[in-house]
């Protein structure tokens, strides 16, 4: 009996990317538990996760919360990322890289949906880490000119 490997569905990949990619489900679908990459994903979004918790309990002037936050906006954009070239990748390329040896499937709306899906998030992802860190460079910017010159700015 041959040892046929199972079948790895795209629109399974790319959901999963989407929806648990900042801890690695897409990898351990693909690849199994011994994929290293896999493994490195829930570490930077955990330190990224207590950065945001750190904000909500110890506000927005806490210095550790500014090194660790970026990190969950960073994972969050390569799951989306990684959904996004999954889903786009051509059935034919994907079965020969996946599923080789097995017979093509012909995938439908599933990854369509899993991109879009992607492309909203990452854009809110996106727009929001930009206008935080803008602000906290005006911020930051603000506070120094005042410490510089306190008559100058009130």
Do not use: C
């Amino acid at each position: 009996m041959p040892n046929n490997p199972p079948y790895r569905s795209k629109t399974v990949t790319a959901w999963l990317a989407l929806l648990l990619g900042t801890l690695g489900a897409h990898r351990l679908y693909l690849h199994g538990r011994r994929d290293f990459w896999a493994w490195l994903h829930p570490l930077p979004t955990l330190a990224g996760l207590v950065g945001v918790i750190r904000i909500r309990n110890l506000g927005q002037n806490d210095h550790i919360a500014w090194a660790l936050a970026p990190l969950l906006g960073l994972m969050i954009a390569v799951a989306t990322l990684s959904a996004l070239v999954h889903a786009l990748t051509p059935d034919e390329k994907w079965d020969a890289r996946y599923n080789p040896g097995q017979p093509g499937h012909a995938t439908a709306w599933g990854p369509v949906f899993a991109a879009i899906a992607a492309l909203m998030l990452g854009g809110v992802g996106l727009m929001g880490a930009v206008a935080y860190g803008g602000q906290k460079f005006f911020e930051y910017q603000f506070e120094q000119e005042r410490q510089n010159d306190p008559q100058k700015v009130r």
